[in-house]
């Protein structure tokens, strides 16, 4: 029986078109990357397992990709663990490895691989694909290209001017105008978790708050109750969700609210320095807005976090996010190696471009010029000229049978290829060819001598 051609959910094939304007963003974003002073470097598709596990929290261990052992490795499989209804047990004894889920960690492993080889503080960018084990919908795919951007063995805040600068700029070039990124920082999280009397509980808080936009406040309340949350502590918690005003104006109301909680007043600090840095040093396009709500459920950062939302007339989740990690590394005996990175995110960037008509007209290098084929007698001549239009760089292709006229130039139509060149017996006698503009329709004859100079 016949295979059903489909690709699997959550992946996609792409067109000639799509990989131009794909490249167009690259380019863009890669550019924006080395004019900042970042280095490219490519880390392995997929990781050891313990590379990965225990670093996302326990949803981001869930949508691992992991991957089955094959050969002689199947005989590690715990049969007993099977025996005995240990499922889990015997499911961890079947896999070693997993693709990887960003590239963040990926990119901690290779510092603390690499450390002697580096100079820090290292710059680095990466734009490879990842893979989560995710349910697919508009601008959500198991499988996908991240654009990352990480600063790592300094702690200055001036580092997170940097990244946030990066994003403004590479923006502009894109040319995506209304962009949105809203800040917080984790410090002033686990001040608010230390105001309600629930700092062991701070994980289960940070994922609750990370849900506000898809539940709304009565739905983070409902969890948080049911996770032990006193009806005092989320009478606190709905004034601080309810503060208003700018960003330093909410700063302010914050910095009186927590005024007995060391860490989120060093929280408040360091962002009143980085958006004073950024006012003063006026940003293109993006606008940048205070947002306590903003948690990232991502349980590695430590310091300030960014999350970037697309302009407001295109309805798609967030296209960009990142933050300070000052212990990543130390998952792999690195200790006291700060890092900062934020990430772009590929796809919803394509799907905003497109949805905005910012892609350039004319990305697609296309055929300028067919040669139709005649068969023996002149078919080597034909050849011959494209290599000779190729060699200075003039893109060109020979139709490869002897088919007939009509439909050699039908071919030319659909690639839209305007210049038709025949060279048929009589040419070859006098050295000529037959120039065809498939827009106008007129033929003109030239001697080969002028071939070269026609198209350059």
């Given at each position: 029986?016949?295979?059903?051609?489909?690709?699997?959910?959550?992946?996609?094939?792409?067109?000639?078109?799509?990989?131009?304007?794909?490249?167009?963003?690259?380019?863009?974003?890669?550019?924006?990357f080395e004019h900042f002073g970042?280095?490219?470097?490519?880390?392995?598709?997929?990781?050891?397992?313990?590379?990965?596990?225990?670093?996302?929290?326990?949803?981001?261990?869930?949508?691992?990709?992991?991957?089955?052992?094959?050969?002689?490795?199947?005989?590690?499989?715990?049969?007993?663990?099977?025996?005995k209804g240990f499922l889990q047990k015997f499911a961890r004894s079947l896999t070693e490895k997993a693709l990887r889920y960003d590239l963040t960690v990926p990119f901690a492993r290779y510092v603390a691989q690499h450390q002697n080889e580096l100079t820090f503080p290292f710059r680095r960018y990466q734009i490879q694909p990842v893979w989560r084990a995710d349910r697919p919908q508009h601008g959500r795919f198991q499988e996908f290209y991240q654009c990352d951007a990480d600063i790592v063995g300094e702690r200055s805040l001036w580092q997170e001017i940097e990244v946030?600068?990066?994003?403004?700029?590479?923006?502009?070039?894109?040319?995506?105008?209304?962009?949105?990124?809203?800040?917080?920082?984790?410090?002033?999280?686990?001040?608010?978790?230390?105001?309600?009397?629930?700092?062991?509980?701070?994980?289960?808080?940070?994922?609750?708050?990370?849900?506000?936009?898809?539940?709304?406040?009565?739905g983070i309340f409902i969890e948080l109750k049911e996770k032990g949350f006193s009806e005092s502590s989320l009478e606190i918690l709905n004034e601080l969700i309810n503060i208003s005003g700018n960003s330093s104006?909410?700063?302010?109301?914050?910095?009186?609210?927590?005024?007995?909680?060391?860490?989120?007043?060093?929280?408040?600090?360091?962002?009143?320095?980085?958006?004073?840095?950024?006012?003063?040093?006026?940003?293109?396009?993006?606008v940048i807005d205070f947002d306590l709500t903003l948690a990232r459920g991502l349980h590695y950062y430590t310091g300030m976090i960014v999350e970037v939302s697309a302009p407001k007339d295109v309805k798609i989740g967030s296209i960009g996010g990142g933050g300070r990690y000052?212990?990543?590394?130390?998952?792999?005996?690195?200790?006291?190696?700060?890092?900062?990175?934020?990430?772009?995110?590929f796809e919803r960037i394509y799907l905003v471009m497109e949805a905005l008509d910012l892609f350039p007209k004319a990305l697609l290098t296309k055929t300028k010029v067919l040669f139709v084929n005649f068969g023996k007698g002149s078919v080597e001549l034909a050849y011959s000229c494209v290599s000779q239009l190729r060699n200075k760089n003039i893109s060109s292709e020979l139709y490869p049978s002897e088919a007939k006229l009509k439909k050699q130039l039908g071919y030319a139509n659909q690639k839209e290829i305007n210049n038709v060149v025949?060279?048929?017996?009589?040419?070859?006698?006098?050295?000529?060819?037959?120039?065809?503009?498939?827009?106008?329709g007129t033929q003109t004859t030239y001697p080969l001598t002028d071939l070269i100079n026609i198209f350059s």
């Open positions: 029986m016949a295979i059903k051609p489909s690709t699997l959910k959550g992946t996609r094939d792409f067109s000639a078109i799509e990989i131009a304007r794909r490249n167009f963003i690259k380019s863009i974003l890669q550019n924006t970042f280095e490219p470097i490519e880390t392995p598709s997929f990781e050891r397992i313990e590379t990965l596990s225990g670093v996302y929290g326990e949803e981001g261990d869930r949508l691992l990709f992991k991957i089955l052992n094959s050969g002689q490795k199947i005989k590690k499989a715990d049969i007993d663990s099977l025996n946030l600068s990066l994003y403004d700029y590479a923006f502009f070039n894109l040319k995506i105008e209304g962009v949105r990124l809203k800040v917080n920082h984790r410090k002033i999280i686990s001040g608010i978790a230390g105001l309600l009397g629930a700092e062991e509980r701070l994980v289960d808080f940070t994922i609750a708050l990370d849900k506000l936009d898809k539940v709304g406040k009565e104006d909410q700063l302010k109301k914050l910095k009186n609210l927590l005024a007995r909680q060391s860490d989120g007043i060093e929280g408040i600090n360091e962002l009143e320095f980085v958006l004073k840095q950024l006012d003063s040093n006026l940003l293109k396009t993006i000052d212990n990543l590394t130390e998952t792999f005996g690195l200790k006291n190696m700060s890092g900062i990175g934020v990430s772009f995110g025949m060279i048929g017996p009589d040419e070859v006698a006098a050295k000529n060819f037959v120039l065809k503009d498939m827009e106008s």
